[in-house]
């Protein structure tokens, strides 16, 4: 019987893919064997070895039968974005094409947000050129990267078949095959089986790589609760932020980044404290601390925090601004164009989420973390 391709019948893909996800399909058993062997090396650690993501590539292109794998993780700097990791079993001219667009691109160069991607492309298989024909104006051929890095390298006709593997909304890495031909229902079978076992290798890999700086940036950084905060490198590499601090770059990117690029050289500012990081074991950085300037900013700290901590939908974080602002409920209503009925029911979600009984209570707590 011929191998299905994605394309011959989606609904079928669909219910395959929630299936192997639920690490409930049954595959043939060669397919069975070479998955338990490599399941078994992401699963062994040998401290101080290379990535998982190295040493797995032949096997996995192999169990595939793609053309090439690859694996990568975009690192946002003061300046234009980089490569946490990068491997690629084809050629280097593609990862070079890559790296030098990436060098320039704007802060969503890709098709979904480059280090916290959206819930639904976390950790699921996706046959990404199809998504992009889909929902990009013109197609995946009026995308920048297709001209600046596909087309010059006549690769433009590779379709991937990718996953995000992600640590809750982190990303750890774009992983997956490149192929010349149609994605089958069998590949993507194959690769999410291995997502599971790969976030939890990655997970400790990153948490290896990082510990150390993290736990010492998270004990600074409490004694500054609410004020917009970065992680640094010496070279420039922004290792974390908080709520606010990511607030703060949508709002005004440019600006953040040229006082971020002075911090990441040590430089003093009025704008911003500079307090030193170092740990045994990994490289010097900064944690930056942004001094608010005007009541209406730190209020609106205030709520970036609230909405990250309590995990709020748009709607709910409007109404919170408006709560805040001291509008009644028959305002909100009008503010938003939606009903007072609705209004109270996102009020109460509020309350249940800040575990507090009244308004003047969760207006009191909100504010306070700024402090």
Not at 36 to 51: K, Q, R
Not at 106 to 124: D, G, I, L, S
Request: net charge positive.
């Amino acid at each position: 019987m011929p191998q299905r391709s994605l394309d011959d019948d989606s609904a079928f893909a669909r219910i395959v893919v929630r299936d192997a996800e639920d690490g409930r399909v049954r595959f043939e058993a060669e397919d069975r064997g070479r998955l338990a062997e490599l399941t078994d090396a992401i699963g062994t650690l040998h401290i101080g070895s290379p990535s998982i993501l190295v040493a797995i590539a032949p096997a996995t292109r192999e169990l595939l039968e793609v053309d090439d794998v690859m694996s990568y993780c975009p690192s946002e700097h003061v300046e234009g974005w980089g490569f946490r990791h990068v491997h690629f079993t084809g050629s280097s001219r593609f990862v070079d094409g890559l790296g030098d667009y990436l060098g320039s691109a704007p802060h969503r160069f890709a098709f979904y947000n480059p280090t916290r991607p959206e819930a639904h492309q976390r950790n699921r298989t996706i046959e990404a050129i199809a998504m992009v024909n889909r929902t990009e104006p013109g197609g995946f051929e009026a995308t920048p990267i297709y001209q600046k890095v596909f087309a010059p390298l006549k690769m433009e006709r590779l379709r991937q078949l990718r996953t995000l593997i992600c640590d809750g909304p982190s990303l750890l890495t774009w992983f997956g095959g490149l192929q010349d031909r149609a994605v089958t229902v069998r590949q993507h079978r194959l690769l999410s089986a291995l997502i599971r076992p790969l976030q939890r290798r990655l997970s400790v890999e990153r948490r290896l790589a990082d510990g150390g700086l993290a736990t010492a940036a998270l004990e600074a950084a409490i004694e500054h609760t609410g004020s917009p905060s970065f992680v640094v490198s010496r070279t420039g590499r922004l290792l974390a932020a908080n709520a606010s601090g990511r607030e703060l770059l949508e709002q005004d990117r440019a600006t953040t980044r040229e006082l971020l690029a002075l911090a990441a050289r040590g430089r003093a500012h009025a704008s911003f404290e500079l307090v030193p990081l170092r740990e045994p074991g990994t490289a010097a950085a900064w944690l930056v601390l942004m001094r608010v300037s005007t009541a209406e900013q730190s209020i609106a700290r205030c709520e970036a925090t609230a909405a990250e901590r309590w995990t709020l939908t748009p709607r709910q974080r409007s109404v919170l601004k408006l709560l805040i602002g001291g509008d009644s409920n028959a305002r909100i209503a009008a503010s938003l164009g939606i009903g007072e009925r609705a209004v109270e029911l996102h009020v109460t979600a509020l309350l249940d989420r800040a575990g507090l009984d009244g308004r003047a209570a969760l207006v009191a707590c909100v504010l306070s973390m700024r402090r």
